[in-house]
C-alpha cells in the first residue's frame, strides 16, 4: 500500500491522533513517510496541508508554519473531536517557531481568533464582552469546545513570553466569568491551562491562589510536567509556608536549587548571592521579582516563631531578641529597618498583633499569633 493510500484510509477512519503523528517537526519516521508520499493522491485538505509540512520540516521557519495553521483553520469544516490532535500538533509547531516578539504577537492575534470562534459561540457571549485587541476575523468555522484549555494554554504562554499580563488577565477574566464545569477536554490540556492561571495568580501577588492552582497541577501531572514547574511549585509553597522535602530537588532533577534551599530552610537572610545564581532560571519562570521580594518577610515569620517559643512571655516578645537572632541568620539591617519590617508582616497578617514600640516588645494574639498562609495577598 502506498503512503498515501495509508493517509486516505485514516482520514476515513477520522484517525486524528495517527495522522497528527506526520505534522511532527522533528520526528525520523514522519520525515520518511512524508518524502516518498505522492501529495496529490491525498484527499483535500490534507494533499496541500501535508506538503506544506514536508518542506517546514526541511527548513523550519515561523511563516511557513503560521501558513500551514492559518491553511488549516480556514480549511477544516468538520465538528467532530477527531481533528484535535492535528490541530494542537499543527499550533505546537508554529508555537516553537515563533521566537521574535513580532512573531510571537502576531501568532497570539491568530490563537485569540480560533479562540473566538471556538468559545464565544458556544457561551453565547456578545462581541462587545470581548477585549478590544481580539480580532474579529474568522479563520475557522467549526466549534470544538474541547480545545479550548489547551488554546487558552498556548495565549497565556504567548502573552507572558511578551509580558503582556493585561490582556492574559483578561483572558481569565472571559473564563472565570462563565460556567466550564461541563467542558470536556484533555486532563493534559486543563493541567496547564491551570499551570498558566497560577503563575498568572503569582504574578499578580496573590500567592494563596496560585500556590493552590500549582498545586493542583503537580499532584495530577505526569512527572516530566513536574520536572519542569517544580521552581514555581517550591516558591509558592514555601512563600505559603511549607517547606518541600530536600530529596524533592533529586526527584525532579532541581539539584542547582540546593544552595538556596538550604539558606531558605535554615532561616538565613544571606541569600542574595544564591538568588542571583539562579537569576535566568526564575526569570523563565517569573518568580524572581516575587522572590527578591517577598522571601525576607517568610524568612522573618520563621525567625520570629523561633524566638516566640524560646523567650515570649505572656504573649510579649522583647524586640532585642528578633534583632539578634535575624542578625545571627546573616540579615544586613539596623535595629530601627527590622522594626520597620516587624511592622510590614503584621500589616500583611503573617503574624498577628501589635508593636509597642516604646516598651520595645512584639505583643502577639492570644489566638493563632502565626496563622496559616491560606489567604496571602501582597
Given at each position: 500500500?502506498e ?5 486516505n484510509e ?6 486524528g491522533?495517527?495522522?497528527?503523528k506526520?505534522?511532527k517537526?522533528?520526528?525520523?519516521i ?10 496529490s ?6 494533499s496541500l ?12 521557519s515561523?511563516e511557513?508554519?503560521?501558513?500551514i495553521f492559518l ?17 494542537k ?17 502576531k501568532?497570539a492575534?491568530?490563537?485569540?481568533n480560533?479562540?473566538?470562534q ?6 453565547n457571549?456578545?462581541t462587545s ?6 480580532s474579529s ?5 467549526y466549534?470544538?469546545k474541547?480545545l ?5 494554554a498556548?495565549?497565556f504562554?504567548l502573552?507572558f ?5 493585561r ?5 481569565l477574566?472571559?473564563?472565570e ?7 470536556k477536554?484533555d486532563?493534559?490540556d486543563i493541567?496547564?491551562?491551570n499551570?498558566?492561571k497560577?503563575?498568572?495568580?503569582l ?14 497541577v503537580?499532584k495530577?501531572?505526569s ?5 519542569r ?7 509558592v ?5 511549607k517547606i518541600v522535602?530536600?530529596?524533592?530537588l533529586?526527584?525532579?532533577?532541581c539539584?542547582?536549587?540546593?544552595p538556596l ?8 537572610f544571606?541569600?542574595?548571592d ?11 519562570y ?8 517577598f522571601?525576607?518577610?517568610i ?8 524566638v516566640?517559643?524560646l ?19 546573616g540579615?544586613?539591617l539596623?535595629?530601627s ?7 510590614n ?10 508593636l ?7 505583643v502577639f494574639?492570644?489566638?493563632n499569633?502565626?496563622p ?5 495577598v501582597?
Open positions: 500500500m503512503i498515501s493510500e495509508g493517509i485514516k482520514i476515513l477512519q477520522r484517525d491522533k495517527t495522522i497528527s506526520l505534522f517537526l522533528k520526528c525520523m514522519a520525515t520518511r513517510n512524508l518524502s516518498v508520499t505522492n501529495f493522491k491525498v484527499h483535500s485538505p490534507f496541508l501535508l506538503f506544506h509540512q514536508y518542506d517546514l520540516i526541511k527548513s523550519p515561523f511557513k508554519s503560521l501558513n491553511q488549516f483553520t480556514s480549511s477544516i469544516k468538520e465538528e467532530d473531536d477527531w481533528i484535535n490532535p492535528i490541530f500538533k499543527i499550533a505546537f509547531n508554529t508555537l516553537i517557531c515563533c521566537n521574535e516578539t513580532q512573531n510571537i504577537e501568532y492575534v491568530q490563537l485569540t480560533v479562540f473566538k471556538i468559545y464565544f459561540k458556544k457561551e457571549i456578545t464582552e470581548v477585549n478590544s485587541n481580539f476575523q474568522k479563520n475557522i468555522i466549534e470544538q474541547s479550548v484549555f489547551y488554546i487558552s498556548m495565549i504562554n502573552y513570553k511578551i509580558n503582556n499580563y490582556l492574559a488577565d483578561n483572558l477574566l472571559i473564563l466569568n462563565n460556567n466550564n464545569k461541563n467542558m477536554s486532563l493534559q493541567l496547564l491551562f499551570y498558566y497560577g503563575m498568572l495568580k504574578y499578580r501577588n496573590n500567592i494563596s491562589q496560585a500556590r493552590d492552582y500549582i498545586n493542583y503537580f495530577n501531572c512527572k516530566k510536567m513536574r520536572n514547574i517544580f521552581v514555581p511549585f517550591f516558591i509553597n514555601f512563600m505559603t509556608g522535602k530536600e530529596k524533592s533529586e526527584i525532579y532533577k539539584e542547582y536549587l540546593k534551599y538550604k539558606k531558605l530552610v535554615n532561616c538565613r544571606d541569600f542574595s544564591e538568588l542571583r545564581n539562579l537569576e535566568n532560571i526564575f526569570l523563565k517569573n518568580v524572581l521579582k516575587i522572590s527578591e521580594y522571601l525576607d518577610y524568612i522573618l515569620r520563621m525567625n520570629l516563631i523561633k516566640f517559643k523567650f515570649c512571655v505572656d504573649n510579649k516578645l522583647e524586640i532585642f531578641y528578633v534583632i539578634e537572632i535575624c542578625k545571627m541568620n540579615i544586613k539596623d535595629g529597618d527590622i522594626t520597620t519590617w516587624i511592622l508582616i503584621i500589616d500583611k497578617e503573617i503574624v498577628k498583633g501589635y509597642s514600640i516604646s516598651k520595645g516588645v512584639i494574639s492570644k489566638v499569633p502565626f496559616k498562609l491560606d489567604n496571602l501582597f
